[in-house]
């Protein structure tokens, strides 16, 4: 009995082992379960996300697709642009979200990508700023285009109307704007309404003149020269605002300079009529007699006079253009016609009255008239849709702004320098080595002639003339053997060769023992660099404006002096006002313009050739101004320099060769 009660106790144990055992399967099969439905749910929401990822793709896809046909329909190309970039940036987007649920390390890559493209384009725009600087150091200077802002300004600036036609008279200052605009308005330069003239820089900033003629809807610009203090030449189109005229004249007068390339160049950029002009014709052209022999104050009978004139007309006319056609092809421009006239002809034409001795005047007129109407109904036709093309990178602003102040690299030559052009100027230790530099145009071969002795139609005098004849460095010696000077004739500054704020080191003038800073019409910018560069390397100068005589004849004609007809104490009273207003204003100009670029006064000696020739070969001069001042201030400065004696023993020597001159002149 109590074995089957143990069977039985057994048999139910095991029973309920085997329950608990089925319990704890069908436990585990439940959670199986759930988990199965987790992560079918975890998928279902996956591939749900998956879905809606799709459709949001699809979508910025559909709206790409329809933005892109939108811009082929309208055929515009910002909407073009818009449509591109849309597409780009979607595609951007969904690679970078996918590569982000993809592989987090992959966006990390991504990030750390674009960190070096943004460190490569930064390496970029450095390089280009060392660019812009390089090639401000060689010269070459950078586009500057304006603003539509800028174009805005300028306009109201210049009080432009559409319904006018606007000339702009530009050029190297000196050239005779100012008088050439009164000419075209009818008037005398002493009239009343008439623009400023004067021997020194009288327009100082852009004069607006309507025509007294209210039938002719023309307005007259006259601008400030370029060249002077105030007016750097590689600044001048911009700064002058010369990109709102609807036609260009770019005057000269004794040079065809960097300045009127640089105009022709921009004008052609803003597609501006343009026409070179040649001023004071008659002026070159009596240069021109007086070289080949005429002399006013002697009797000349009339067909003599007209053969030389006809002559001189003939050289001059011929000079004038070959030289414009060889800086334009030089500069790769286009060629153009070059008008020659005067003021005096032009105004007789303007008057309807017969000039004399008329060149291009009649052309002149008609032409400008005729290209500023076409210009205006071209520009009424087209509108202004070229405004909206102007961007730059930070680099180029910046070298820009920079050039825009007015800084330039100094430069500094080296030893080895130095050497090869002492080399070059045949330099010796026992001469005394005397430059004569400045603006072109100012007469620096006539005057190293007439220190030399000699005239410029001698066979060893340096080459003169109405075109650039000085291209390189000439060295002249002084013919007599005595007399140990070598003179130097400098190209002059501003040519097309001879940029103007390279001139200095680009002619190795550091080298040479005392340098004659020349100028003729304005004490420009160039005279201010030479005498900033000479205070550098301490070599004495000496500022000396040249063709005194020219004039103060022109100041006498602006006076009433004729010539033709006045003679006796009437002209010995005009030569006597006219020579010291001349004077009075030309000192005072220089002392201003050394005063507003902080450098000490200096003496400034006014000469003419005719006189210093005298001078040297001690005749009677009949107009001495500063001549023997001069002459005598060279070789004392020249000896004290090169051969150090005391400044007593030179002071003896100079006063004895002074006292010479004037016993012999009779001064």
Same mark, same amino acid.
């Given at each position: 009995?109590?074995?089957?009660?143990?069977?039985?106790?057994?048999?139910?144990?095991?029973?309920?082992?085997?329950?608990?055992?089925?319990?704890?399967?069908?436990?585990?099969?439940?959670?199986? %379960?759930?988990? &199965?439905?987790?992560?079918?749910? !975890?998928? /279902?929401? =996956? *591939?749900? $996300?998956?879905?809606? @990822?799709?459709?949001?793709?699809?979508?910025?896809?559909?709206?790409?697709?329809?933005?892109?046909?939108?811009?082929?329909?309208?055929?515009?190309?910002?909407?073009?642009?818009?449509?591109?970039?849309?597409?780009?940036?979607?595609?951007?987007?969904?690679?970078? %979200?996918?590569? &982000?649920?993809?592989?987090?390390? !992959?966006? /990390?890559? =991504? *990030?750390? $990508?674009?960190?070096? @493209?943004?460190?490569?384009?930064?390496?970029?725009?450095?390089?280009?700023?060392?660019?812009?600087?390089?090639?401000?150091?060689?010269?070459?200077?950078?586009?500057?285009?304006?603003?539509?802002?800028?174009?805005?300004?300028?306009?109201?600036?210049?009080?432009?109307?559409?319904?006018?036609?606007?000339?702009?008279? !530009?050029?190297?200052?000196?050239?005779? $704007?100012?008088?050439?605009?009164?000419?075209?308005?009818?008037?005398?330069?002493?009239?009343?309404?008439?623009?400023?003239?004067?021997?020194?820089?009288?327009?100082?900033?852009?004069?607006?003149?309507?025509?007294?003629?209210?039938?002719?809807?023309?307005?007259?610009?006259?601008?400030?020269?370029?060249?002077?203090?105030?007016?750097?030449?590689?600044?001048?189109?911009?700064?002058?605002?010369?990109?709102?005229?609807?036609?260009?004249?770019?005057?000269?007068?004794?040079?065809?300079?960097?300045?009127?390339?640089?105009?022709?160049?921009?004008?052609?950029?803003?597609?501006?009529?343009?026409?070179?002009?040649?001023?004071?014709?008659?002026?070159?052209?009596?240069?021109?007699?007086?070289?080949?022999?005429?002399?006013?104050?002697?009797?000349?009978?009339?067909?003599?006079?007209?053969?030389?004139?006809?002559?001189?007309?003939?050289?001059?006319?011929?000079?004038?253009?070959?030289?414009?056609?060889?800086?334009?092809?030089?500069?790769?421009?286009?060629?153009?016609?070059?008008?020659?006239?005067?003021?005096?002809?032009?105004?007789?034409?303007?008057?309807?009255?017969?000039?004399?001795?008329?060149?291009?005047?009649?052309?002149?007129?008609?032409?400008?008239?005729?290209?500023?109407?076409?210009?205006?109904?071209?520009?009424?036709?087209?509108?202004?849709?070229?405004?909206?093309?102007?961007?730059?990178?930070?680099?180029?602003?910046?070298?820009?702004?920079?050039?825009?102040?007015?800084?330039?690299?100094?430069?500094?030559?080296?030893?080895?320098?130095?050497?090869?052009?002492?080399?070059?100027?045949?330099?010796?230790?026992?001469?005394?080595?005397?430059?004569?530099?400045?603006?072109?145009?100012?007469?620096?071969?006539?005057?190293?002639?007439?220190?030399?002795?000699?005239?410029?139609?001698?066979?060893?005098?340096?080459?003169?003339?109405?075109?650039?004849?000085?291209?390189?460095?000439?060295?002249?010696?002084?013919?007599?053997?005595?007399?140990?000077?070598?003179?130097?004739?400098?190209?002059?500054?501003?040519?097309?060769?001879?940029?103007?704020?390279?001139?200095?080191?680009?002619?190795?003038?550091?080298?040479?023992?005392?340098?004659?800073?020349?100028?003729?019409?304005?004490?420009?910018?160039?005279?201010?660099?030479?005498?900033?560069?000479?205070?550098?390397?301490?070599?004495?100068?000496?500022?000396?404006?040249?063709?005194?005589?020219?004039?103060?004849?022109?100041?006498?004609?602006?006076?009433?002096?004729?010539?033709?007809?006045?003679?006796?104490?009437?002209?010995?009273?005009?030569?006597?006002?006219?020579?010291?207003?001349?004077?009075?204003?030309?000192?005072?100009?220089?002392?201003?313009?050394?005063?507003?670029?902080?450098?000490?006064?200096?003496?400034?000696?006014?000469?003419?050739?005719?006189?210093?020739?005298?001078?040297?070969?001690?005749?009677?001069?009949?107009?001495?101004?500063?001549?023997?001042?001069?002459?005598?201030?060279?070789?004392?400065?020249?000896?004290?320099?090169?051969?150090?004696?005391?400044?007593?023993?030179?002071?003896?020597?100079?006063?004895?060769?002074?006292?010479?001159?004037?016993?012999?002149?009779?001064?």
């Amino acid at each position: 009995m109590a074995t089957v009660q143990a069977e039985c106790a057994a048999a139910r144990a095991e029973i309920a082992e085997l329950i608990k055992s089925n319990q704890e399967s069908q436990q585990k099969a439940l959670e199986a %379960q759930q988990t &199965a439905l987790q992560a079918a749910a !975890a998928s /279902q929401d =996956q *591939a749900h $996300k998956e879905m809606m @990822a799709m459709v949001q793709a699809g979508r910025v896809d559909k709206e790409a697709r329809l933005l892109a046909e939108a811009a082929a329909r309208t055929a515009g190309e910002e909407t073009k642009q818009r449509a591109s970039e849309a597409e780009e940036e979607r595609k951007r987007t969904a690679a970078v %979200q996918e590569q &982000a649920e993809r592989d987090p390390q !992959a966006a /990390q890559e =991504q *990030a750390k $990508k674009s960190q070096e @493209a943004a460190d490569e384009e930064k390496s970029k725009a450095t390089a280009t700023q060392e660019e812009a600087e390089r090639k401000l150091k060689e010269g070459i200077q950078l586009v500057v285009t304006p603003t539509p802002e800028e174009v805005s300004a300028a306009k109201r600036k210049v009080q432009y109307r559409e319904d006018l036609f606007h000339f702009a008279v !530009a050029g190297m200052a000196g050239g005779g $704007k100012s008088s050439l605009i009164n000419a075209f308005r009818g008037l005398r330069n002493k009239d009343i309404g008439s623009a400023a003239t004067g021997v020194t820089g009288t327009t100082l900033a852009m004069t607006r003149y309507a025509s007294p003629n209210v039938e002719y809807p023309y307005v007259w610009y006259d601008i400030p020269g370029a060249g002077t203090l105030k007016i750097p030449d590689w600044q001048y189109f911009n700064t002058q605002g010369l990109y709102v005229f609807d036609c260009i004249i770019v005057l000269f007068d004794n040079r065809f300079t960097m300045t009127d390339i640089a105009i022709l160049t921009n004008c052609k950029r803003f597609k501006i009529p343009t026409y070179i002009v040649r001023s004071k014709a008659d002026q070159h052209i009596r240069f021109i007699m007086k070289d080949m022999g005429y002399d006013s104050d002697d009797d000349e009978s009339e067909d003599r006079k007209k053969k030389l004139y006809q002559a001189a007309r003939q050289q001059f006319i011929q000079q004038t253009r070959q030289i414009v056609k060889d800086n334009l092809e030089n500069a790769k421009i286009p060629d153009q016609r070059v008008y020659i006239v005067s003021n005096e002809p032009m105004l007789g034409v303007v008057k309807e009255k017969r000039p004399r001795q008329a060149i291009d005047e009649i052309e002149l007129l008609n032409d400008l008239i005729g290209e500023a109407q076409t210009r205006r109904a071209r520009c009424d036709a087209e509108g202004a849709a070229e405004e909206k093309l102007r961007e730059a990178n930070v680099a180029r602003e910046e070298a820009e702004g920079k050039l825009a102040q007015g800084i330039q690299p100094l430069v500094t030559p080296t030893p080895e320098e130095v050497n090869n052009t002492k080399s070059l100027a045949k330099y010796c230790e026992d001469l005394f080595h005397i430059a004569v530099a400045g603006t072109a145009g100012g007469g620096k071969s006539s005057l190293i002639n007439a220190f030399r002795g000699l005239r410029n139609n001698d066979t060893r005098a340096a080459a003169t003339g109405v075109i650039e004849t000085t291209t390189a460095i000439a060295r002249c010696p002084d013919p007599n053997p005595d007399y140990p000077y070598v003179w130097y004739d400098v190209p002059g500054a501003g040519t097309f060769k001879i940029p103007d704020w390279l001139y200095f080191n680009s002619q190795g003038l550091y080298i040479y023992d005392c340098i004659i800073v020349l100028f003729n019409d304005r004490f420009t910018e160039t005279e201010i660099a030479v005498l900033t560069n000479c205070r550098r390397f301490k070599i004495p100068t000496y500022i000396v404006r040249s063709k005194a005589d020219s004039h103060i004849r022109d100041l006498m004609k602006e006076e009433g002096y004729n010539s033709d007809d006045d003679g006796g104490d009437k002209k010995k009273k005009l030569y006597q006002a006219a020579s010291q207003k001349f004077i009075q204003q030309t000192r005072q100009s220089v002392k201003d313009n050394l005063e507003n670029a902080n450098m000490p006064d200096q003496r400034v000696y006014i000469v003419s050739n005719e006189t210093m020739l005298d001078v040297v070969k001690q005749k009677r001069p009949k107009k001495v101004i500063d001549e023997i001042e001069l002459l005598s201030d060279l070789i004392w400065a020249a000896q004290i320099r090169r051969l150090g004696r005391s400044e007593a023993l030179v002071a003896t020597t100079v006063k004895k060769m002074l006292q010479s001159i004037r016993a012999n002149s009779g001064i």
